[in-house]
Every structure is written in C-alpha cells, then in structure tokens.
C-alpha cells in the first residue's frame, strides 16, 4: 500500500494527494495515516510546500464527505425507516433509537461531526447520520472542514517533521486506529447479541 501511495504522489504531486485522500474517505482501507505523511515528507524535501499538501489532502477528504452526506440526505430518514424495521437485529437499532438519536443530534451534532473527523476509522462515516438527519449543509460543511484540517494537518506536519522516518508516525497511529476498529467490532457484536427487539 505504501510503495503505491509513494509513486502516486511522486507522479501527480497535489492532484494525487487530493485523488488519494478523496479515496481515502470512500474507501477507508485506504489510510490516511500513510497517504498524508507521505505527502508532508515530500514537502520536507521541496517537492511540494506544507500548506499545498494540507490543502489539497483536506479538499481531496472534504469531496469524498459530501457524497457521503449528499447520498444519506437523499435516502433520508423516512427511507431508512423500511430498512430498520426489516434489517433493526444486524443494525442493532430500533426506530424508537434513531429518534432518540436524532434529538441528541439536533443539539451536539456540529461538535460530534467536528470531534469525528479527527478519529482514525470513525472519520469516513460521520457524513451519513450528518445527512440523513438533515443536518444544515453550511454547519457540516464548516464542522467538517475544520476536523479534517486538523487531522491532515496533524499527519502531514509529522511526516514533514520526520522526514524519511515516516513510518514510525504509521508505528504509533496503526495499533490506534488497529485498537479503535477492535473497539467497534466488538461493541458491535455485543449489541447484536443482546439486541432484543420492541
């Protein structure tokens, strides 16, 4: 994976970095962690600058969160209702949970969006209760923004800060985000377990 991000953006420069974070948020096998730091360490060599490789990584990760959010506003939560009540054991949620979702997220929905960018594997699916709940475009748009900024930020400067030693920023994030996937697989299971319909 790494040594096809390298060429990538060796080749393509910017519009790679974009290209590859873009993927990145439709495909999240695709990690950020390596794409970005890759990135910053081409600007570490003059390659590129800093603020290029932020921005182009950023705007790559935005487009991919607005199909996201564009493609669960149209589905909606009125369509989604069918799917719950067919499918509620493996989403392990029943419709009386998606409102009581839906108020929470009338009121902490910017800063979960925000605080949701920044979290390895969790980043990718923010968009969707964003859009099926209809959430204003402009405030997602800036919430998003802003985590997302932080988050290629982050990883491009350690990339640009170690240089060809950016595997060690992959060496400390990888058991993170291996953690965090673990984390969610498991509270999956177990609510699929003592998932007990209404």
Do not use: C
């Not at 490789?53 to 487009?63: E, K, R």
């Not at 209702?81 to 839906?102: C, F, H, Q, S």
């Not at 923010?126 to 985590?147: E, I, Q, W």
Request: no cysteine; charged share 20%.
């Amino acid at each position: 994976m790494g040594d096809w991000v390298i060429e990538m953006i060796e080749r393509s420069g910017y519009l790679g970095v974009g290209f590859l974070m873009f993927l990145e948020t439709i495909f999240p096998p695709i990690p950020s962690e390596v794409i970005m730091p890759v990135a910053g360490v081409a600007a570490a060599r003059g390659d590129m600058s800093l603020g290029g490789v932020i921005a182009a990584g950023t705007s790559g990760a935005m487009l991919g969160n607005i199909v996201w959010y564009l493609a669960a506003r149209a589905l909606g939560l009125v369509r989604f209702k069918p799917l719950i009540d067919r499918y509620g054991r493996w989403l392990t949620m029943n419709w009386e949970e998606v409102e009581r979702a839906e108020h929470w997220f009338r009121r902490n929905g910017t800063f979960f969006v925000f605080l949701g960018r920044m979290l390895p594997t969790v980043r990718s699916l923010v968009s969707v209760p964003a859009g099926l709940l209809r959430m204003r475009f402009k405030t997602f748009f800036l919430a998003s923004t802003l985590g997302t900024l932080g988050w290629t930020s982050a990883l491009a400067y350690a990339g640009y800060k170690l240089r060809e030693q950016f595997s060690e920023v992959d060496a400390w994030l990888g058991p993170v985000s291996t953690a965090i996937i673990v984390t969610l697989a498991l509270g999956y299971l177990w609510r699929v377990i003592r998932y007990r319909p209404d």
